[in-house]
């Protein structure tokens, strides 16, 4: 993948889930956004070229290009993911439930997963309750959060 500069253009074509941005190290949605040039007669689309994907952080909007033989491995990856919305909504439910799973058994680490892990499945579809959990004890984990 190669870092490049990026103004707001291009359309967005996917979700791509939840990672950790290498630029400004927020676990964060990304979204993969093509462009491409195009030459208009009248308003009208005549021709266009010069196709690019690219993987974009959704907090500080860095962008990487993604080689044309990964475009559609990534894309066949983003269609197993929840849609953006639910994923944001599992995220939010989950620091929720795990809170009050800590306050119902404190100092019982695995009762206190259980408990938020059953609350989110009796909400969300599992593998997608799991998906996003996943990437959140991931960024509980993480030791080099942003500065
Ligand atoms: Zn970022």
Redesign the pocket.
């Known amino acids: 993948m190669l870092f490049v500069g990026w103004g707001k253009k291009g359309k967005e074509i996917a979700y791509a889930g939840i990672e950790k ?1 290498p ?4 676990w ?1 949605h990304f979204a993969i956004f093509e462009t491409t040039k195009r030459v208009t007669l009248y308003f009208v689309p005549v021709a266009s070229w010069d196709k690019k994907a690219y993987l974009v ?1 959704g ?4 962008a990487w290009e993604l080689e044309p033989s990964a475009v559609s491995k990534t894309l066949a990856d983003s269609a197993q993911l929840p849609p953006r919305e639910q994923a944001e909504a599992i995220w939010r439910d989950l620091d929720v439930e795990l809170l009050a799973a800590a306050e119902a058994h404190p100092g019982d680490t695995d009762a206190v997963y259980r408990l938020t892990m059953d609350r989110l499945y009796a909400k969300h579809p599992r593998q997608w309750a799991d998906y996003v959990a996943g990437r959140r004890f991931a960024a509980f984990a993480d030791t080099n959060p942003p500065g």
């Open positions: 941005c630029h400004c190290r927020n964060t952080c907090t500080c909007e860095t």
